[in-house]
């Protein structure tokens, strides 16, 4: 299969990768795909205080288009707010990447690894937000 | 050494020079028809069809009467399975195979199902092996054909198409062989062996693509419909002007692979053996299929926590198959290797590597090195890995398949 320019870029120099403690309460993990479907996602965003996405990590099992659109989301989602994340579309993903039709999955599966972190990142401080508007 | 270099043996061989000088001058001055019956053109032509028919039989024991050309193994198959299948309908519908086949023996067999034959596509063990008591228990009083591969084409391990052939016989059932990977990889003896009908190709052996044989027995004899009408060649049972150049090519690959084999199996199955012992090193590999009961040339591995196509991608400069059909729109990972048994994950990982009479030790030692590397930064990446790393057994972790 022939892959864009872009896609052989990333997938030689991934962008972020690596991974943060999921412990830690600034961080947010989304986990996404199976094996037996040939991806697994797993995408962390790091959180700061005034609810920018700081920074960003991955680690992918999958094809070359599912390991381009993984460290290329890590790059996008940087310097967002959690909802700018949340709207990050796969067709965006599979444009810049210039995916062809069968590695389209790869940039849903992108696209799910961000709502996925964020919803984790959020459900970690579901409580503390509750509170502050009690307040 | 020049890159990328070529360890795809199994999918094709490159014409051995040789065969090349054997077939062009049937290209330029003798380019008559072996069947014109008026003229030396064609007497020329004719003969030259004739000795290539010889090599070949000569290669696997038979008699050149039983060599029938084609244009390759994939229409041997079709010629044998519905030729088999249409001449014995009357016998009776049931027809077996083995679901390791390649897709030339099971898209006819779907076919024939469409005509209203029943198929039984058959389990493999473990290591890819039929399991004989299996197949005696498929067997109905209405079964008129079955078929079988010698060696298979993605993990190179090979059927023991002699008792199958033994058991075949004592019940009349037309016996088909795919020896398509089989030629100058193992000795075949159709003296010994009681198979009815073997499939060959040239261009897995050192011959140019485009051309192959069906070997049909005279004794105890074999009936077949033509599934190809005009002409009446090859005794009425495939139709066609003979192409003198490419028959001239498979005659002098067999011919080749005859007196070469002893040699060159011990010489691949050394080189073949080295890369397994370097891959072996990597942690969590996986051999496919049976490693005794295997072609030399053949090395099919699974590399755990690592996805078949980015690893592909990471080693192009060999020129390897993925055992996962990724590459093609499917994203299925292989059939054959499922039928072992094997999880998604490890059937997604695999690699074919085969071996043939040009790879030379430099190339293999490039090989187990590039691998080592690649598999390391590809688990790097892999969040399976780190999760194998951290003790967790992913057979336990929900997933969310999509």
Redesign the interface.
């Known amino acids: 299969?022939a892959?864009s320019e872009k896609v052989i870029d990333h997938?030689e120099n991934?962008r972020n990768?690596g991974?943060f403690d999921k412990g830690d309460d600034s961080v947010g993990t989304g986990?996404?795909?199976?094996?037996?479907?040939?991806?697994?996602?797993?995408l962390q965003i790091k959180v700061g205080a005034d609810g920018t996405i700081e920074d960003a990590r991955f680690?992918?099992?999958?094809?070359?288009s599912?390991?381009a659109s993984s460290s290329l989301v890590t790059e996008w989602v940087k310097g967002k707010s959690l909802d700018d994340a949340m709207n990050i579309r796969n067709t965006e993903i599979a444009a810049e990447l210039a995916l062809p039709p069968?590695k389209i999955?790869c940039s849903?599966?992108a696209e799910?690894a961000i709502k996925a972190a964020v919803q984790d990142y959020k459900a970690k401080h579901g409580a503390a937000v509750e509170e502050k508007k009690a307040a | 050494m020049k890159l990328p270099l070529y360890l795809d043996y199994s999918a094709t061989t490159p014409v051995d020079p040789r065969v090349v000088d054997k077939m062009v001058p049937w290209l330029y001055e003798h380019f008559g028809n072996p069947a014109s019956r008026s003229h030396p053109f064609g007497w020329e032509a004719e003969k030259a069809v004739e000795d290539a028919r010889e090599q070949v039989a000569a290669l696997v024991n038979a008699d050149p009467r039983e060599i029938v050309w084609t244009s390759g193994a994939t229409e041997s198959i079709n010629l044998a399975l519905k030729g088999a299948a249409h001449f014995y309908k009357d016998k009776g519908r049931h027809l077996i195979t083995v679901k390791t086949e390649h897709k030339a023996t099971l898209d006819t067999m779907r076919e024939l199902e469409r005509e209203g034959y029943e198929v039984a596509y058959l389990d493999v063990r473990e290591d890819g092996l039929l399991d004989l008591d299996a197949f005696r228990a498929a067997l109905r009083p209405d079964t008129i054909c079955v078929s079988a591969m010698l060696v298979n084409n993605e993990i190179g391990v090979i059927q023991d198409v002699a008792t199958i052939g033994e058991i075949c016989r004592e019940r009349g059932i037309v016996f088909h062989v795919d020896a398509a990977q089989a030629t100058g990889k193992l000795p075949i003896d159709l003296a010994q062996l009681k198979v009815d009908l073997m499939s060959f190709s040239a261009h897995k052996t050192y011959g140019p693509k485009g051309v192959g044989a069906l070997y049909v027995r005279r004794k105890p004899r074999v009936r077949l419909e033509a599934q190809m009408h005009g002409g009446g060649h090859e005794r009425g049972l495939r139709s066609g002007t003979l192409p003198t150049h490419q028959i001239v090519g498979i005659g002098e690959a067999f011919r080749l692979a005859r007196l070469e084999m002893p040699t060159e199996i011990e010489r691949i199955r050394m080189l073949r053996d080295r890369l397994w012992r370097g891959l072996t090193q990597i942690e969590e590999v996986y051999v496919n299929g049976d490693m005794t009961q295997r072609v030399a040339h053949n090395l099919n591995m699974s590399f755990n926590f690592v996805e078949g196509e980015s690893l592909i991608m990471a080693v192009k400069d060999i020129a390897v198959s993925s055992g996962s059909a990724c590459t093609s729109a499917s994203l299925e990972p292989s059939y054959v290797l499922r039928a072992l048994g094997r999880s998604d994950e490890l059937a997604h990982s695999s690699i074919r590597f085969t071996l043939g009479r040009f790879t030379t030790e430099q190339e293999v030692d490039y090989t187990v090195d590039l691998l080592q590397r690649k598999v390391a930064k590809l688990r790097e990446l892999s969040p399976l890995w780190e999760m194998h790393q951290e003790g967790i057994d992913l057979n336990t972790v929900q997933w969310a398949a999509h």
Not at chain 1, 59 to 64: A, D, L, V
């Open positions: 299969m892959y997938y991934p990768v991974s986990m996404v795909g199976a094996p037996a479907c040939g991806d697994v996602m797993k680690k992918t099992y999958g094809c070359g599912a390991i069968v999955h849903i599966l799910d």
